[in-house]
């Protein structure tokens, strides 16, 4: 597709178990970012890759958040053993340049 | 610690009439601003940007300005239309951290009414 594809759009799971989310940049974008918007909030920067590093997790905000992007494209956000503060929706960006990112439509994640 | 914030949640607007959204920031090495726009269920789409070395950069109806010295920037919208309707969000980087880490604001939802 000529967009940002995130997969699954929306995921409700149990507190306690694992979810990944998967996001498909734009083909050809070499920087990948996560952000997340909890209810009635901005967006929160988690990671950033250039290629398949992560030059900036600053983001993270536990242990129990990780990402990886493989053969610079494809990014999974893992997030183990969920709680509910987790709840929120979890938006990919790719971008050709420094300064323009192109989002997703987002995976919304209900932890229940 | 939030480094780029637009105090106001909501704005209405009448339809025709000029939009001005604001947006302030703390960080004094930010250096390149953008705003996008979100509809519901949607992922935000860039809108307009614009670069310190400018006080002004307009694109159609949208217009963002930007003062340095108060840490402030401004996205005008005229005329408002009904599809702007949608939460705009300010954003700010540093070029030359080399992070490209975009930095939101809260957001602002924008209602134009007919």
């Known amino acids: 597709g000529a967009g940002v594809s995130q997969s699954p759009s929306n995921k409700v799971t149990e507190k306690g178990k694992d979810v990944e989310l998967r996001c498909d940049p734009i083909?050809?974008?070499?920087?990948l970012y996560w952000y997340r918007q909890s209810l009635g909030q901005g967006l929160e920067f988690l990671i950033y890759f250039q290629g398949n590093s992560a030059p900036d997790k600053s983001g993270l905000p536990s242990d129990r958040f990780s990402a990886e992007r493989t053969g610079g494209s494809v990014s999974t956000l893992t997030i183990q053993r969920t709680q509910q503060e987790d709840s929120a929706v979890y938006l990919c960006a790719s971008s050709p340049n420094p300064f323009e990112a192109f989002f997703g439509q987002g995976t919304r994640l209900t932890v229940v | 610690d939030q480094q780029v914030k637009q105090n106001s949640p909501s704005l209405s607007v009448q339809e025709g009439r000029i939009s001005i959204l604001n947006c302030d920031y703390t960080n004094s090495m930010f250096d390149y601003f953008l705003w996008y726009k979100k509809y519901p269920a949607e992922g935000p789409t860039f809108l307009i940007s614009?670069?310190?070395?400018?006080d002004k950069n307009e694109d159609g109806r949208f217009t963002v300005f930007l003062n340095k010295s108060a840490k402030h920037l401004s996205l005008h919208i005229v005329p408002s239309q009904p599809g702007d309707s949608a939460v705009y969000f300010c954003a700010a980087t540093d070029q030359a951290q080399g992070a490209q880490k975009l930095v939101f604001g809260q957001g602002t939802r924008l209602t134009i009414n007919p």
């Open positions: 083909s050809g974008h070499t920087a």
């Open positions: 614009i670069s310190s070395i400018k």
